[in-house]
């Protein structure tokens, strides 16, 4: 208990000569800590707005203008037993058109001098969300293409493998910064701290000839370089939480729709931010002690 009281009495001195190294330490690791927690922030959106759209994405089967109403039946039939498909809904040639008229509005005189309906009957499937992915759309649309009866399947093909392509580079993008991120706290850490062992030779060789064990002088620069990590990490978590509370509650004042596919954070990550700095920084003043000879 008393090397334990001596280690946090050192650490606070310690912190306290040296607060501008401190305060610079701290800083670039709040930094570093802030853009990768943004950095998930803007990935974790990306999902949502992902699967948000997924759950209203959609197949249109346009169906062949000679079908009778018992052809268009059976191929019902055939979607709503299909397990990969949670909805059907049928669209006659009247409702496309009403449809049609509602769309172009004011426009809508153009369609007056037609003779007769020129839209087809189609039906409007809705997949399961876990197989909106471009290759196995691709393949349902191919199949589906394939039946008898159907003319034309159309469902955005270029909008979601853009999406998708986009939400996938950002996950790798987050896993690469990441890593350079934790990378970059672990030798910032471990330079403060070795600068501080070398600050403290003297007091370090005054305590071997007293008969001081290695884990006894290592044990302040593990504490510090916890508490440099732990600070950093706290700031970064007040630091985005101040720019989701801001964005969320100003922004949505210019931009309502902003609301729609911003997602916050799980309460979990503002606690995890400051126990990751720590853990880092703990590695990098565990290698720096370690490297040093005494």
């Known amino acids: 208990m008393k090397i334990f009281r001596y280690a946090i009495q050192t650490v606070f001195k310690s912190l306290w000569r040296e607060k501008w190294i401190n305060f610079l330490t701290i800083l670039s690791i709040s930094i570093g ?3 990768l927690t943004s950095f998930i922030m803007i990935t974790l959106n990306m999902d949502s707005v992902l699967q948000r759209w997924a759950k209203n994405f959609g197949i249109v089967v346009y169906l062949d203008e000679d079908l009778n ?3 268009e039946n059976a191929l019902k039939n055939r979607f709503l037993k299909d397990t990969d498909i949670v909805e059907v809904k049928y669209i006659s040639k009247e409702e496309a058109l009403k449809e049609l008229h509602k769309t ?4 809508a005189l153009i369609l007056e001098g037609l003779d007769e309906n020129p839209l087809p009957s189609s039906f409007e499937l809705r ?8 290759g196995i759309v691709k393949n349902k649309a191919l199949q589906i293409e394939q039946m008898p009866g159907v003319d034309e399947v159309q469902y955005g093909e270029k909008w979601l493998s853009s999406l998708y392509a986009v939400s996938k580079t950002m996950k790798v993008g987050a896993m690469m910064v990441g890593g350079a991120i934790f990378i970059a706290i672990t030798f910032i850490t471990y330079s403060t701290i070795k600068i501080f062992f070398y600050r403290r030779k003297d007091e370090i060789e005054t305590l071997k000839l007293l008969g001081a064990t290695r884990s006894f002088i290592r044990l302040p620069f593990l504490l510090e370089g916890l508490i440099i990590g732990l600070l950093g990490g706290i700031i970064s978590s007040l630091v985005i939480f101040g720019i989701y509370s801001f964005t969320s509650i100003k922004m949505v004042e210019f931009l309502p729709s902003i609301n729609l596919v911003m997602a916050s954070l799980p309460f979990q990550v503002y606690l995890i931010v400051p126990f990751a700095g720590a853990v880092v920084s703990v590695i990098g003043s565990f290698i720096a002690v370690g490297k040093i000879r005494y």
């Open 33 to 35: 800590l802030s853009l």
């Open 69 to 71: 109403k018992e052809e």
């Open 104 to 107: 172009l509005g004011a426009n």
């Open 127 to 134: 997949l399961k969300s876990s197989l909106i992915e471009p």
